[in-house]
């Protein structure tokens, strides 16, 4: 009987499934027939064709065959993931080609509006009205407005310099008043 601590264990196995992502670069220990072989699944395939060809040539067909079968296995492995990993890069070029397309209608429209608000001859008997840009206003532009008739803009209010603190150690500052104490 089996006790409760390793059945909770295996409940959350997947089947030795790997969780999302890749296998072409995950690492696997294959239990063969002449031990563990472990590596990616590329590299696993070529260490068991290896083992394949080694066995033919010392003319044991039954070695032969079983890591020809494991060749095999680790080989549609990786054909499936490479299948699932170039499904993925063509859904996500599609997506790309269909957002380059939407640039694309959204500047030629920019584009056509730009073209018909210059060829519209109502606007440009209106003078230029400022709009709201986003932009923050420069100095520059300042300048360039009051030269253009425009209402001048303020000058910033200089500011006094500021009165060094006085120490309540050191003594009070003469303001010409009251004669300087005599020194000891």
């Known amino acids: 009987m089996r006790s409760s601590k390793s059945r909770s264990r295996n409940k959350n196995r997947n089947n030795n499934r790997p969780s999302g992502g ?21 590299q696993i395939i070529d260490k068991y064709q290896q083992l394949h060809r080694d ?9 032969a065959e079983n890591f020809a079968q494991h060749a095999e296995h680790y080989l ?6 490479q299948r ?4 993925q890069r063509e859904e996500q070029e599609a997506q790309n080609r269909e957002r380059q397309v939407e640039r694309d209608r959204e ?13 519209d001859p109502a606007t440009l008997d209106q003078p230029d009205t400022p709009q709201d840009s ?27 310099p500021r009165q060094p603190k006085q120490d309540a150690e050191s ?3 003469n303001d010409g008043n009251a004669p300087p ?3 000891e």
């Open 134 to 160: 986003g932009l923050v206003e420069t100095p520059e532009a300042k300048i360039d407005t009051a030269e253009a008739g425009e209402k001048p803009a303020r000058k910033p209010r200089q500011r006094r």
């Open 171 to 173: 003594p009070a500052t």
């Open 84 to 87: 699932e990993v170039d499904k």
């Open 55 to 63: 066995a033919q040539l010392s003319n044991d067909r039954v070695n």
């Open 76 to 81: 549609r492995m990786l054909a499936e993931a």
């Open 22 to 42: 890749s296998i072409i670069n995950r690492v696997f220990d294959s239990s063969g027939p002449d031990g563990k072989v472990r590596g990616t699944p590329q």
């Open 181 to 183: 104490e005599a020194a």
């Open 107 to 119: 500047r030629n429209e920019r584009l056509k509006a730009q073209e018909r608000a210059a060829a």
